[in-house]
């Protein structure tokens, strides 16, 4: 017997929401139906307590870097060589194998006009591109998603992590999903198999305009059973040859590479790894922390790679800001400037761009910024994403030479 049309807005409301990490996403947010054109994709890596770019990218042939930090400099028998007196700190050996597999670009000096050395301020100028007298009520990545979601389409962006969901993501119209993991990303109540035979049978009838909003409940309803079916089967089949390392970091980016690899058609994907407010005995933090984030990106492109999807994959990496020049009396760097960012993937012109660092061009002892982050993310929606920047950016900004496609 065909579900009446009251018990089938009845059972809806029990299985119409999915969890976040803190409650609960509306449906049609999470419905999806699988679209022939593959679309490509950013994996946005968000470095939190301003990472030491000055030991990540090194400068190894300039003395006044040693004579700088007397503790802190790596080794120059250590650094792994890139070009030009570069190198990378030797906890990065898998930035360094992307590198020369031509996967790896390393912006150089990154930053903005007036830097604000607070964590808070200054990342909420990453995530916003606006400053604090202006009004700020949303992120870089929440205008961009309402631009793109369509009603009932797959979901644009999503966040990674138990933690609070980034400024970046944030929109005045549109909620954006946070999942702690994969097995979070599922609706519930959905099991009753009279509730799933109602959906599928009302989805598929022809109804008169009087019977609009039913429709769309049920074609909604429909699709997001489809994706939940979807990731659960990633889910169960989400082994690979990879070998995945050991930390939360790499847990969450396998995660994304499930969901990329399940079909779902979310563009942007988001995580943060956190630690790099290294004031003091930093050299064994920041080993460790690079470490993590050299490994859990290689697995990730790795990953992708075997699935066909490396191409179409960008991973854009990015701190609050870099580390002062000078070390402190602690074995750490307090809080600095400018910084390299990362663009890693199948579709990047590998190598360094941009200007290397100048440490004879000091300003209050931080190192002066060469590439505006704007430039960066201009380059990102326009080169990558393909749509305009200066209305999500609020100003127009040159985008680099970073893509290959």
Same mark, same amino acid.
């Given at each position: 017997?065909?579900?009446?049309?009251?018990?089938?807005? =009845?059972?809806?409301? $029990?299985?119409s929401?999915?969890?976040?990490?803190?409650?609960?996403?509306?449906?049609?947010?999470?419905?999806?139906? /699988?679209?022939? =054109? $593959? +679309?490509?994709?950013?994996? %946005?890596?968000?470095?939190?307590?301003?990472?030491?770019?000055?030991?990540?990218?090194?400068?190894?042939?300039?003395?006044?870097?040693?004579r700088?930090?007397p503790?802190?400099?790596v080794?120059?028998?250590?650094?792994?060589?890139? $070009?030009?007196g570069?190198?990378?700190?030797?906890?990065?050996?898998?930035?360094?194998? /992307?590198?020369?597999?031509?996967?790896l670009?390393?912006?150089?000096?990154v930053?903005?006009?007036?830097?604000n050395r607070s964590?808070?301020?200054?990342m #909420?100028?990453?995530?916003?591109?606006?400053r604090?007298?202006?009004?700020?009520p949303?992120?870089?990545?929440?205008?961009?998603?309402e631009? %793109?979601?369509a &009603?009932?389409g797959?979901?644009?962006?999503?966040?990674?992590g138990?933690?609070?969901q980034?400024?970046?993501?944030?929109?005045r *119209?549109?909620?954006?999903?946070?999942?702690?993991?994969? +097995?979070?990303?599922?609706?519930?109540? !959905?099991e009753?198999?009279?509730?799933? !035979?109602a959906v599928?049978?009302l989805?598929?009838?022809?109804?008169?305009k009087? #019977? #609009?909003?039913?429709?769309?409940?049920? *074609?909604s309803?429909?699709?997001a059973l489809?994706?939940?079916?979807?990731?659960a089967?990633?889910?169960?089949?989400g082994?690979?040859? &990879?070998?995945?390392?050991?930390?939360g970091?790499?847990e969450?980016?396998?995660? %994304?590479? =499930?969901?990329?690899? *399940?079909?779902l058609? !979310?563009?942007?994907?988001?995580?943060?790894?956190?630690?790099?407010?290294?004031?003091?005995?930093?050299?064994?933090a920041?080993?460790?922390l690079?470490r =993590?984030l050299?490994?859990?990106?290689?697995?990730?492109?790795?990953? /992708?790679q075997?699935?066909?999807?490396?191409?179409?994959t960008?991973?854009?990496?990015?701190?609050?800001?870099?580390?002062?020049?000078?070390?402190?009396a602690s $074995?750490?760097?307090?809080?600095?400037?400018a910084?390299?960012?990362?663009?890693?993937?199948?579709?990047?012109?590998?190598?360094l761009?941009?200007?290397?660092p100048?440490?004879n061009n /000091?300003?209050?002892?931080?190192?002066q910024?060469?590439?505006?982050?704007?430039?960066?993310?201009?380059?990102?929606?326009?080169?990558?994403?393909? %749509?305009?920047?200066?209305?999500?950016l609020y100003?127009?900004f040159?985008?680099?030479?970073?893509f290959?496609?």
């Amino acid at each position: 017997m065909r579900m009446n049309r009251r018990r089938f807005l =009845q059972r809806t409301c $029990a299985g119409s929401a999915v969890l976040s990490s803190g409650g609960l996403v509306p449906l049609p947010l999470l419905a999806s139906a /699988l679209r022939s =054109q $593959a +679309e490509r994709i950013l994996v %946005v890596v968000e470095l939190q307590g301003g990472n030491d770019g000055l030991n990540t990218v090194i400068p190894t042939d300039d003395p006044l870097y040693r004579r700088l930090r007397p503790t802190l400099a790596v080794p120059s028998a250590e650094v792994l060589s890139i $070009a030009d007196g570069m190198g990378f700190h030797p906890a990065l050996q898998g930035f360094a194998d /992307l590198l020369q597999a031509g996967q790896l670009a390393v912006v150089q000096q990154v930053g903005y006009p007036q830097p604000n050395r607070s964590h808070f301020e200054s990342m #909420d100028i990453w995530h916003t591109c606006l400053r604090k007298e202006q009004q700020r009520p949303d992120g870089w990545l929440g205008r961009w998603a309402e631009r %793109v979601q369509a &009603v009932g389409g797959d979901i644009a962006a999503m966040h990674l992590g138990g933690e609070k969901q980034p400024f970046a993501l944030m929109s005045r *119209s549109l909620r954006v999903p946070s999942i702690r993991s994969l +097995e979070e990303f599922r609706l519930r109540g !959905t099991e009753d198999s009279e509730f799933r !035979t109602a959906v599928q049978e009302l989805a598929d009838e022809q109804r008169e305009k009087e #019977d #609009d909003l039913l429709g769309f409940v049920a *074609s909604s309803t429909s699709a997001a059973l489809t994706a939940s079916d979807r990731l659960a089967g990633a889910a169960k089949a989400g082994q690979t040859s &990879v070998v995945w390392p050991q930390s939360g970091f790499a847990e969450r980016l396998r995660t %994304v590479s =499930q969901l990329i690899r *399940s079909g779902l058609q !979310t563009r942007v994907y988001y995580v943060t790894l956190g630690g790099f407010d290294t004031h003091a005995q930093q050299p064994d933090a920041h080993r460790g922390l690079l470490r =993590q984030l050299s490994e859990g990106i290689s697995a990730l492109l790795a990953e /992708l790679q075997t699935s066909g999807d490396l191409q179409r994959t960008t991973v854009l990496a990015f701190s609050e800001f870099g580390r002062r020049v000078q070390e402190n009396a602690s $074995a750490g760097t307090d809080h600095g400037t400018a910084g390299p960012m990362f663009l890693a993937g199948g579709s990047v012109r590998a190598g360094l761009h941009g200007q290397r660092p100048d440490l004879n061009n /000091l300003q209050d002892g931080d190192l002066q910024f060469s590439t505006d982050f704007r430039e960066v993310y201009a380059t990102v929606l326009e080169r990558w994403l393909k %749509v305009d920047s200066a209305d999500i950016l609020y100003d127009r900004f040159q985008p680099l030479d970073i893509f290959s496609v």
